[in-house]
């Protein structure tokens, strides 16, 4: 099977050199592609400098459209497995092999890494923790369904739900939302418990003002996509 993981970055100069190293030794069977979503730090030079296998984006797209470039690539040159994955350092590629088995045994559109199944390894800061547990419960009110962690950025798919992304996928903080509306059209979810790593150098794109804005414009666009279905 052909097998991608999707790198979303925005200036990662600092983390993406480690993050290829680790899908090279703990991945082998993937593929890779970065995805540098306009960068203003010197992220696409060290791309360049190094030969990684990368897409350029001419404006800055967020998350979503970053990712969302990033499975039209996978989509169009055939791969049967995608997988998002941060480049900031906190996902470990040693579950790569074991999510795409989970994956294949289960018969699942999607396996989210949960670093919250077993509770090992980075938790996330106590605020953007309260953040997840929200929405969490949201999620449940409106599908039935616990997702413990609808906010990972670790996150594989199939070839079915490939083409759907392909075709539509959210723009702002698109996790939870995604998960409502691929629950809500019966593709099947699962998790698996994995150990996230706090990030090393840089900061996040998203501030903690910009966080609550998203919490609220996010849970409107959830209910809006449980309606629709």
């Given amino acids: 099977m052909k097998k991608l993981v999707i790198i979303p ?12 190293q680790d899908i ?8 890779y592609v970065i995805v540098n979503d306009c960068s203003t730090d010197e992220t ?8 990684f296998s990368y897409l350029n984006l001419p404006i800055n797209l967020g998350i979503g459209g970053a990712v969302q470039t990033g ?56 605020i953007r923790r309260m953040g ?29 739900l ?3 992304f392909t075709e539509e996928y959210p723009k702002d903080y698109p996790e939870p939302e995604s998960v409502v509306t691929i629950i809500s ?5 699962s998790e698996m418990p994995v150990v996230m790593r706090k990030r090393e150098e840089g900061t996040s794109s998203i501030s903690l003002r910009q966080s609550a804005y998203y919490m609220i414009k996010v849970s409107f666009a959830m209910v809006i996509a449980r309606m629709k279905k």
């Fill in 9 to 20: 970055a925005f200036n990662e100069e600092g983390n993406l050199e480690k993050t290829i």
């Fill in 185 to 189: 059209e019966k593709f099947r979810v």
């Fill in 132 to 160: 997840i547990r929200y929405f969490t419960v949201l999620i449940r009110c409106l599908t039935g369904r616990k997702i413990t962690d609808p906010t990972s950025g670790m996150r594989m798919v199939n070839r079915r």
């Fill in 44 to 51: 696409l030079a060290m791309c360049r400098r190094h030969g």
């Fill in 162 to 164: 490939l083409k759907k």
């Fill in 24 to 31: 090279r030794e703990n991945a082998p069977g993937f593929d």
């Fill in 71 to 126: 499975y039209r690539y996978a989509y169009y040159h055939g791969y049967d497995i995608a997988v998002q994955f941060d480049g900031d350092g906190q996902h470990d590629a040693g579950y790569l092999e074991e999510m795409a088995r989970v994956l294949r045994k289960t018969g699942s559109d999607m396996v989210i890494g949960s670093r919250f199944i077993e509770k090992e390894g980075f938790q996330s800061s106590a």
